[in-house]
């Protein structure tokens, strides 16, 4: 038999704790948006769309690390609610770009104040400094770790 080696200091892990952070803030995020029609992943891609003149729909499912099925069920939902629309490529008429609309913006807009009160609850222990300094270490941890980070 053989024996456990012994640790003098608990080792910290950070997945089982940003885990449960993910699971408190995906559960309050879930909350707000509902008022407002959308969904988690409907705000990832409002985000990346926000700062950008028109993605390739492939460019986007890549981004956000969708199938092609996954991607234009999003699409859907998005343009259903007058959020996004959808043109062909003007360089390849086989291609849709994908652009954020006014309505979409506004959208955006609304959700990140709500979603401003759930990182107040959420994350209310840290100061504004403390928020900072975590959010610029997860946004180093994601670059790190994936080659096209939505959140650039």
Request: hydrophobic share 40%; proline share 4%.
């Amino acid at each position: 038999m053989t024996s456990q080696p012994v640790v003098s200091q608990p080792v910290h892990r950070s997945g089982a704790l940003l885990d449960h952070l993910a699971r408190r803030m995906r559960l309050r995020a879930e909350s707000v948006l509902a008022p407002l029609r959308l969904r988690p992943r409907h705000l990832v891609a409002l985000t990346v769309l926000r700062g950008r003149d028109g993605i390739t729909q492939q460019a986007l499912a890549s981004t956000l690390e969708m199938d092609g099925t996954n991607i234009v069920g999003l699409l859907n939902e998005l343009e259903a609610e007058d959020l996004i629309e959808r043109r062909r490529s003007p360089e390849d008429r086989r291609r849709h770009v994908v652009a954020l609309t006014e309505a979409g913006a506004k959208r955006l807009a609304e959700a990140e104040c709500a979603l401003a009160a759930v990182d107040n609850e959420v994350l209310g222990a840290l100061d504004d400094s403390q928020r900072e300094v975590l959010y610029n270490l997860l946004l180093q941890a994601a670059r790190g770790s994936d080659v096209s980070c939505p959140f650039d």
